[in-house]
């Protein structure tokens, strides 16, 4: 028998109108979002449920609203299937802790604001962006970068299947290295909607005083394991979930290896849980005959409920 695991979202994957309809139907979802607001005092469900995008896409406001989204999802279904593992891509790994039972709804809550408003202020101190570069493999990009390198901050920031990679760092360096990433050979070169260069020294600003609060931050040894963004192993215990977490911002997210881990521990069904359908695309193009299901909005969330019998 085959071990299930739950995937999270990260910053990327918010929409406009993200929530609405799970607040609406499911009483479990309207209290996750009414003690979110309550907790952080921000108008999470307008800015979720109506926008504008370009305030939605900060990353104070998108962090917070994918993982209350992503939770809200979760505590419709916990009491009646649980994952084996869990993991999430670069700000749902905050959600995978959450699952997991290491820090609490009100500590996640009030980490991911923070972290949102650091990387959101780093942005501004240190502009960068972000490159999706697909159909070259990693290594090709990796020697991109390091070309790039002696003129500036940039790096690989999330291996995501083995033929996606995305880069991150100083504007005109990302630009360039997309123009070199075409002459040899990549199909496209996309550059990203963020608002700095996330997983880069830009974010150092934002890694220092966060780093701070993550070392007076209570975890606990999670009751299910979770796959690190940073080293894509396994991690049972609060001190690697803490050094995990706070090594990110600066890191690539190993999500390559992450899936091929989740696969070793015989995973073969992914439920990805949180807005848009990302880390779907990325499991059916890394694992050979996996089953991929999404959560993502009240029809799926109830169309699985129906087939759970719950």
Not at 153 to 170: C, D, H, K, M
Not at 185 to 205: N, P, Q, W, Y
């Amino acid at each position: 028998m085959g071990k299930i695991a739950f995937i999270f979202p990260g910053q990327g994957s918010q929409y406009v109108g993200m929530g609405k309809g799970l607040y609406d139907k499911f009483e479990i979802s309207r209290s996750i979002y009414d003690d979110a607001e309550r907790v952080l005092g921000i108008p999470l469900k307008r800015i979720s449920f109506e926008g504008p995008e370009e305030e939605l896409r900060e990353s104070k406001n998108a962090q917070i609203a994918i993982l209350v989204h992503s939770y809200a999802i979760y505590s419709s279904i916990k009491d009646s299937i649980q994952p084996d593992i869990v993991a999430g891509h670069s700000l749902g790994e905050y959600t995978a802790v959450l699952v997991s039972g290491s820090i609490d709804f009100s500590d996640a809550l009030h980490l991911t604001r923070l972290r949102g408003e650091l990387m959101s202020r780093a942005g501004e101190q240190s502009p960068g962006t972000m490159a999706a570069i697909i159909g070259l493999a990693a290594e090709d990009i990796k020697k991109i970068c390091a070309e790039l390198e002696p003129d500036g901050v940039i790096n690989p920031a999330n291996y995501n299947s083995l033929t996606q990679t995305v880069i991150t760092g100083e504007i005109p360096l990302v630009h360039k290295a997309m123009e070199i990433a075409k002459t040899r050979g990549a199909k496209r070169a996309i550059e990203l909607k963020v608002s700095g260069a996330f997983h880069s020294k830009l974010m150092t600003d934002a890694f220092i005083p966060f780093k701070k609060v993550l070392l007076k931050q209570e975890f606990r040894n999670p009751k299910i394991p979770i796959v690190m963004n940073v080293t894509g192993d396994v991690v049972d215990n609060e001190k690697e979930i803490r050094q995990g977490i706070t090594e990110q911002i600066l890191n690539p997210v190993q999500w390559v290896k992450t899936l091929f881990t989740l696969q070793g521990l015989a995973v073969d069904t992914f439920i990805e849980i949180g807005p848009g359908k990302v880390l779907s695309g990325l499991v059916k193009k890394t694992v050979r005959d996996a089953g991929v299901k999404n959560l993502d909005n009240a029809e799926s969330l109830q169309d699985f409920k129906e087939e759970l019998k719950i």
